[in-house]
């Protein structure tokens, strides 16, 4: 087999850029910290890192879900917990207005309650981001709407919203209820804040009955009617505190299991990626003396002419 006189100088050539290739490569590794730049690095470990790095974007926007469910439910809490106080004080009114209590007494009492009613009508209205709260998955207009009577007073309540809460996704399959609705009638489902037909509680009602009964002077109304309503309200409140705070306990569970997968599937990651640096430099080393040997090697075979060979 004959061998022109241009194979071996293209083999020098072609060794000497293998070597520069490498070098570079290497270099870049101990300057960046990755083992893997592009896919064509190493294909199996390059396709790993970007699975565990698209899991661990969704476990942040599940993280990121929690901490907004975590404020919505601190605002339900807090409209829940003073929603109770306001009940609680109407039951204490409606205690002390007996038959002992004469109709001007009963009177003064109802105005109190009123002012209840317009209380408890701003918190069922309560906003949180720019949406209702309460008005399960109607969010842009306010879910309860107040009917007045000739004086200027609320008569009723009418609820726009609908019984559908909305939820928001926790974690891979598992999602929770985010908002409360404001009113249930359908006997399923999550139960109503404000109303709710299983338990028989209506808050607006009760209100505004045991208002019109202190400011007609009917104590017997108020003794053997609004005392039983609102305790079944208080009842359905109770029940509602109760839920959020088990759910708050479950929402800190998932957020902490969460985050120790998400540092698992950093640490997978990083052994992926990131590069040996003791190694990396060793290769490194080891590839610049095979760099200037092949220097030397290149630098007497190019030097070699047709002469040489003729003698």
């Known amino acids: 087999m004959r061998v022109t006189s241009t194979t071996m100088p293209d083999l020098v050539r072609n ?21 893997i730049q592009k896919a064509s690095d190493e294909p199996d470990g390059f396709l790993k890192v970007m699975e565990f790095q698209s899991e661990s974007r969704s476990i942040s926007q ?32 409606a205690t002390i207005a007996d038959e002992l209590k004469s109709p001007e007494e009963l009177k003064i009492y109802s105005i109190e309650v009123n002012e209840l009613i317009n209380q408890a009508l701003l918190l069922a209205n309560t906003e949180s981001r720019n949406q209702y709260i309460f008005g399960g998955t109607v969010t842009d207009n306010p879910p309860f709407e107040k009917v007045t009577n000739e004086n200027g007073e609320i008569s009723s309540i009418n609820y726009t919203g609908n019984e559908s809460p909305q939820d928001i996704i926790i974690s891979k399959n598992l999602r929770t209820q985010a908002h409360i609705p404001g009113q249930n009638e359908s006997g399923t489902g999550p139960f109503g804040l404000f109303k709710d037909i299983r338990n028989d509680s209506d808050i607006f009602k009760s209100l505004i009955d045991l208002r019109d009964n202190l400011r007609s002077g009917d104590a ?6 609004s005392i039983s309503a609102l305790k079944k309200d208080e009842e359905n409140l109770i029940y509602q505190i109760g839920f959020i705070g088990s759910t708050q306990g479950h929402m800190e569970s998932i957020s902490g299991m969460l985050s120790e997968k998400n540092d698992s599937l950093n640490a997978l990651s990083s052994s992926e990626a990131d590069v040996d640096l003791t190694e990396t430099i060793l290769l490194l080393n080891q590839n610049s003396v095979a760099y ?9 075979i190019l030097n070699t002419s047709l002469l040489d060979y003729i003698r």
């Open 15 to 35: 060794q000497l850029n293998m070597l520069t290739g490498k070098q570079a490569k290497l270099q870049n590794q101990i300057s960046t910290g990755q083992n």
């Open 292 to 300: 200037q040997a092949a220097l030397q090697a290149a630098g007497k």
């Open 62 to 93: 599940f993280r990121k879900n929690i901490d907004t469910y975590k404020e919505l439910s601190n605002t339900n809490y807090s409209v829940v917990g003073s929603l109770n106080k306001l009940v609680n004080r109407a039951q204490e009114i």
């Open 220 to 225: 017997t109304k108020v003794q053997n009617e």
